[in-house]
Structure formats: C-alpha cells, structure tokens
C-alpha cells in the first residue's frame, strides 16, 4: 500500500492492538493531507454457549485490520464494552450506558483532534450502539468529519459477496456471519456447539423493551450451522472493499467533492419504465 506522499504504509498488527510506534503514525501523516483514525467498538456479551463474550471486539478489531490494511488509517486500541443491556440477563455480560459511550467517542474524537488528526471512523460491531449513530451525526452537523461503519448496506453487500445464506435480519445474533468471521480470524475462541444452536425469531418488536430473554432461550438468534471461515475471509474483504467510498468521503477537499466521491461508489438506479 502507498498513500499519497509515495512512501510505504506498513501494518503493524498484533491480534486486537496495534503495535504503531508514535514514530510510525508521525510517519504515516506526513504523506497524506487529512489523517483518518479507526475506532473499533465492540461489546462484552453473552454469544450464545461456543461464541465468545469479546465476539463483537474481536469483530470490529477483524474489520479494522483489513481497513488499516488497505488504506492509510491511524488504528486506535478497541472500546471493548459497550451498550449491551438487552444481553443483561445472560452472565459475562457488562454494559456502560449510552451517555457513557458518547462521551467516551467524543472525548477520543476531540483528543484526536488536537494532536492533528481531525476525521474519525467508528467501526462498530455491536447493533445495540445505537448511540453511535447520534455522535456520529452530532459531530458531522459541527463540521468535524465522522463516519460510521459498516452500514447495513455494507454488510449486505458483504453477506451477497461471501454467499451467506441467512438474511440479515433473520441472522441477529452469534448466528452464520459471527460465527464465520472468528472461524476465520480467531477459531480458538470457538467452542462446540455452534453446529447444533440454529434459532429463528424474525419478529422481534419489543427487543427494546423486553430484551433478547423473550425471544431466545440460547442467546443465539440465527443459523450458526452455516457458518464457514471461508465466508468470514470474504466478508471481511468485501468490507475492507466497502470502505473505499468511505475514505474518498472523508478525505475529500470540499463538500462538492465528497458527495462526487459518494455517486461515483453507489451504482445507478436503473429506471424499469
Ligand atoms: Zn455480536
């Protein structure tokens, strides 16, 4: 990989850390006009009986490693607990509260800031971070460039490109996707019984007000049995290929250009008339 200023970015990654010396990200920064930080946000919640509770960080860290791979980022370390109260009644699991985690993002996002990094992704592997969105736009709408990734659409694309086969929305929780990503990136973390743990419950209405207790007895709501680390290799890459358009975004020079940056990534509709 090279950027912009035609020196070599390498990665220097082990397991959910980064190993960057402050020399490497001074290094990194002086090729390129607008420095980019990746933050990982996963959570610390019961996934069923053979996922790990780390599950979602060690998910957003997987999908974090390929964006550092492929483009100029500044990686930071992972926010490993988040907001994971509908996961309350299952043991292991800890949660901070939603103004927590959006004071803990903005504080990370102003202190980035002041050392001359002025855009930041938050890369999150845990749907229950709704708070995320809110920063995300707050920040956006005060001129401070944020991003969130992956959008619905992104991991849509990625479930089509990896072939799995369970519906986004009938594949919630420690289901085919989860479970094919960390037999991939982590499969000593897996325990038996993912084969045998399939649950469907599409209809989940008052998840919000009843918790993931009412509709499954597990914790799993999905078909782990699907799951392969083939299709956790190419999910992340089909990722990893979804940020592009997220990168040429918030690196553009003006606002003309970013949404230039957006149409060109989004294929055109097709009119049927
Ligand atoms: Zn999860």
């Known amino acids: ?24 990200v001074r290094a990194r920064g002086a090729g390129v ?16 009986p053979y996922l790990p509770l780390s599950t979602d960080t060690l998910i957003a860290c ?21 907001c994971s109260h509908e996961h309350a009644a299952w043991p292991g699991t800890v949660s901070i509260s939603s103004v927590t985690l959006h004071a803990v993002v903005r504080d990370i996002a102003d202190s980035l800031r002041r050392s001359g990094v002025d855009t930041l992704v938050l890369i999150n592997g845990h749907g229950g971070n709704y708070v995320l ?20 659409e992104d991991w849509e694309a990625a479930r089509e490109a990896a072939g799995v086969e369970t519906s986004l929305l009938t594949d919630m929780h420690a289901g085919e996707i989860e479970t094919s990503i960390l037999l991939h990136t982590n499969p000593e973390f897996l325990k038996a019984g993912y084969e045998t743990s399939d649950f469907v419950a599409d209809d989940r209405r008052h998840l919000l007000s009843l918790g993931m207790s009412a509709y499954t007895k597990s914790g799993v709501i999905g078909r782990p049995s699907r799951a392969s680390a083939g299709k956790g290799k190419e999910l992340l890459a089909s990722l990893a290929g979804s940020f592009g358009a997220y990168f040429s975004l918030l690196t553009s020079e003006s606002e003309k250009d970013a ?15």
Do not use: C, K, W, Y
């Open 1 to 24: 990989m090279v950027n912009s200023g035609g020196s070599e970015i390498r990665l220097t990654v082990s397991g959910p850390l980064p190993a960057d010396t402050t020399e490497d």
């Open 33 to 48: 006009a607008r420095q980019v930080a990746v933050l990982p946000v996963g959570s610390f919640e019961q996934h069923g």
């Open 62 to 82: 997987a999908i974090a490693r390929e964006v550092a791979a492929a483009f100029p980022v500044h990686l930071l370390p992972p926010v490993t607990i988040s």
């Open 133 to 152: 969105g809110n920063v995300v736009q707050e920040s956006s709408a005060t001129g401070a460039r944020m991003a969130l990734f992956p959008a619905a």
């Open 259 to 273: 949404v230039a940056a957006v149409a060109a990534a989004v294929p055109p509709v097709v009119d049927p008339h």
